[in-house]
């Protein structure tokens, strides 16, 4: 068996995840969103002024179809387009409609296909540089180096019915907001801060979007 240790935030107590709950359009669709790090969890449970829960399961990986997008089969942009599929983000533009287009037809991975999902976890910041990805304005040196920078966390997300099988309640943890609230701002400050900052310089070397459907429609 390949058992490991997973944490849920939230600000309910959860015994037990209930298969085909939750909100659609999270980073990777439906699922049950955890983490490996128990901190991190503690913030995710502080999203109001109000305590919340740090719940730890049981979760047995074996004879599960993984997706782990810190393979090195994939990339930045397979992230990305997985995002313009399931997150809502402003297409404001004719060029970035056509560019998510172009995104989703040679990067998108179904993700329904999976039992487990591992990925980065996005915030607003992160959905402010896609866009300016998607209308050129930045690099995606400058887009996959904002992925790193941001430390905003890791997401280990249960996608099917078989995975949400093999997952057990060990025990929840009350989590203090007054405490966690203030670190959970702090770290997505500091990455909003981060990644303006690495934004601020145009990449003169560096490959846009347009480039790789050039070189795409050159092929």
């Not at 980073?27 to 955890?34: K, M």
């Not at 249960?158 to 997952?167: D, E, G, H, T, Y």
Request: proline fraction near 0%; charge should be negative.
């Amino acid at each position: 068996m390949n058992k490991k240790i997973l944490y849920h935030g939230s600000k309910d107590l959860i015994k037990q995840p209930i298969y085909g709950y939750g909100k659609i359009y999270n980073d990777y669709g439906l699922g049950f969103y955890c983490t490996e790090d128990k901190e991190l969890a503690k913030e995710w449970a502080s999203s109001s002024l109000s305590n919340g829960y740090c719940n730890c399961y049981e979760f047995d990986e074996s004879n599960l179809k993984i997706l782990d997008l810190s393979n090195k089969e994939y990339n930045v942009l397979h992230w990305l387009a997985i995002l313009i599929n399931h997150r809502k983000i402003n297409l404001s533009t004719g060029l970035m409609k056509i560019n998510a287009k172009w995104l989703l037809d040679n990067y998108y991975i179904d993700v329904d296909k999976y039992d487990v999902i591992k990925g980065y976890r996005a915030d607003d910041s992160y959905f402010t540089f896609a866009r300016l990805f998607l209308n050129n304005t930045i690099s995606i040196e400058q887009l996959n180096y904002a992925i790193r920078l941001g430390d905003l966390g890791e997401q280990i997300v249960l996608k099917s019915k078989k995975a949400f099988s093999q997952i057990i309640y060990k025990d929840s943890e009350e989590v203090e907001s007054d405490i966690y609230f203030k670190i959970r701002k702090i770290r997505d400050e500091n990455a909003h801060d981060s990644l303006v900052k690495s934004f601020e310089v145009y990449d003169v070397t560096g490959t846009y979007l347009t480039d790789l459907i050039r070189r795409d429609n050159c092929e």
